[in-house]
């Protein structure tokens, strides 16, 4: 509907007349079902997740430490060489705060979500999560964040055993 | 100008792999067929071509994921969405455009991923006119042995002998995953699935990845290898529609090898070749593809199986390789698994399965149920 027309000619269809069977219509479920291999670099990336910790790949060639691991470097494309612990710390890449949520509903508290550049690790290499314990107009790029951790017994091997990523006071540059 | 095949890699095909990711199992496939070229990625390749269908990957835009284990970050890289020969056509054209002198075509298979293949074939169907039937979609394939062994004349005894020749010469591949001294008889009477076809005349899902490296001829000559050439190339599609396909002869083999045949001029195909890779995802559609592409007489296919004219040392060897039957079918990368099968040959590089003197060699490829599409490549050394 416009400002100028509240209503247009003709009959609307809503979900109850699909749902009462009003016009035809043709329902199927693909049955399509996958389990992925993590393979050598992402399993072992899980299992450290699941002690809390980030792990990643050096390539000795580069000199890069790849994050999240890979077993080859894509610059340089040859095997990586080494395993590395990076720091659940880092820095604000970019954010956005969200209003909507999935379903593209209004939501009164706004979800901040964004990219991390993870200490440690080299430049462009970092982690998508979600912002806690920081109001909206807190948020800027540059902030130093570090992993809030779910509790140990919680954790699955997945990227939200980290809940969220939050202020790391004190450090601010 | 001549197109060639200068870098074969193929890893050896299982019926699972869970130690790899879909990525690193692609890795490994280009890492082989970059050291059997000797280039590197980063620097000697003008173009990347992945061959690969969503829905067989479990992701959207597959396209997207695939630069980083190819040695192709920030280059020309696209994805087609069929068999690995419909991804050799488009890097033949490339080159010949003078797009690109140095083109990689890659396609593997992840099968084991996917936890509801069955499902995945049924959403190949029709959502209006087929989906609502329901059932097992492969008997879509016991419907098109039916209408074939009617119409052409051939045997399922027939079929049963190109069921035991494939499995029989996977033996002697060392990347094949089904190799087994299955006879005619345990063929003949293994457990009707989709009457009348049989659960042995059926592959198997592997998983397994094959890249090749394509070059023009100025730049094919300073490789490590001898060229394999490409001297033509084909693929066509026939409908979509179940109902108006043509069950007996398939359109689409028929017209790829045309193409493929004027390219390479090729007039008389029975007598043309010394080796026929041909798919045989199912083992009806071996027969059904050599009377397409020419090579048999119609009707006569089955007998060829069973007097030996297809073996080693037969009139056509035919998927000496041991075809999707031994080897495992590896989705959208069988096409370009058996063109790599016919390059070694062709080189002389086949290992105990290598045959006397091929110099001029024909693939085929079908992308499985419920498609009709395929395509067509002949491949020749030396002149
Ligand atoms: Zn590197």
């Known amino acids: 509907m416009t400002a100028n027309i509240a209503r247009w000619p003709g009959a609307e269809l809503g979900s109850k007349d699909l749902e009462n069977g009003k016009v035809t219509t043709q329902r199927y479920r693909p049955d399509a079902k996958f389990a992925w291999s993590a393979g050598e670099a992402m399993s072992r990336f899980l299992a450290e997740l699941q002690q809390g910790r980030l ?60 990219v991390v550049s993870v200490d440690g690790a080299s430049p462009k290499m970092g982690i998508m999560h979600y912002f806690g314990e920081m109001a909206t107009g807190e948020i800027r ?33 | 100008m001549r197109v060639g095949i200068v ?78 020969i419909q991804g050799l056509a488009n890097a033949v054209m490339q080159i010949r455009s003078g797009l690109a002198d140095v083109v990689v075509v890659e396609s593997h298979s992840k099968a084991s991923d996917i936890l509801t293949f069955t499902g995945i074939v049924a959403h190949g169907l029709d959502p209006i006119w087929n989906k609502p039937l329901g059932g097992h979609p492969n008997y879509v394939a016991g419907l098109e042995m039916d209408a074939f062994l009617r119409g052409s004349g051939n045997r399922s005894e027939d079929c049963a002998a190109v069921v035991a020749a494939n499995r029989q010469t996977a033996l002697l591949n060392p990347i094949a995953a089904y190799g087994a001294r299955v006879t005619k008889e345990q063929a003949a009477k293994s457990p009707a699935l989709w009457a009348p076809l049989r659960q042995l005349d059926a592959s198997t899902l592997a998983d397994g990845c094959v890249v090749l490296v394509v070059a023009g001829e100025a730049a094919a000559r300073k490789m490590r290898s001898e060229p394999v ?48 890779e041909v798919d045989d995802k199912f083992s009806y559609k071996e027969l059904q593809h050599l009377e397409a592409l020419r090579l048999a007489r119609k009707g006569h296919a089955g007998k060829m199986a069973r007097s030996g004219d297809l073996a080693a040392g037969g009139k056509l060897p035919t998927n000496v390789s041991g075809g999707s039957l031994g080897c495992g079918n590896v989705l959208e990368a069988s096409g370009l698994h058996r063109v790599a099968e016919a390059a070694l040959q062709l080189r002389g590089e086949a290992g105990r399965l290598q045959l006397d003197g091929v110099r001029r060699a024909v693939v085929q490829s079908w992308r499985g149920l419920p498609s009709a599409s395929g395509g067509v490549a002949v491949l020749g050394v030396g002149r």
């Open chain 1, 55 to 114: 792990i990643a790949r050096e390539c000795k060639n580069c000199g890069r430490i790849l994050f999240p691991p890979r077993m080859f470097c894509e610059e340089c494309f040859r095997p990586t060489d080494e395993w590395v612990y990076v720091k659940d710390t880092g820095t604000i890449e970019t954010y956005s705060i969200s209003y909507l949520d999935t379903d593209a509903r209004r939501i009164t508290e706004p979800i901040l979500v964004g």
């Open chain 1, 141 to 173: 790029i540059g902030m130093k964040v570090q992993a809030k951790w779910r509790p140990a017994e919680s954790r699955v091997g997945s990227v939200l055993d980290i809940e969220y990523f939050r202020p790391l006071h004190g450090v601010d540059r």
């Open chain 2, 7 to 84: 870098g074969v890699g193929v890893t050896p095909f299982r019926p699972t792999t869970p130690e790899f990711s879909w990525k690193e199992l692609m890795y490994d496939g280009a890492q082989r067929s970059y050291a059997d070229a000797g280039i590197d990625p980063r620097s000697d390749v003008g173009s990347f071509i992945t061959c690969a269908e969503d829905y067989y990957e479990g992701f959207g835009i597959f396209d997207e994921f695939t630069p980083d284990q190819l040695g192709a970050v920030l280059r020309p890289m696209h994805t087609v969405g069929g068999d690995g």
């Open chain 2, 229 to 276: 050439w490409i001297e033509g190339i084909g693929w066509a599609s026939d409908s979509p529609s179940l109902e108006t396909r043509d069950w007996v002869a398939p359109a689409y083999a028929t017209l790829a090898a045309e193409m493929a045949y004027r390219l390479a001029k090729v007039r008389d195909p029975a007598r043309s070749f010394d080796l026929a």
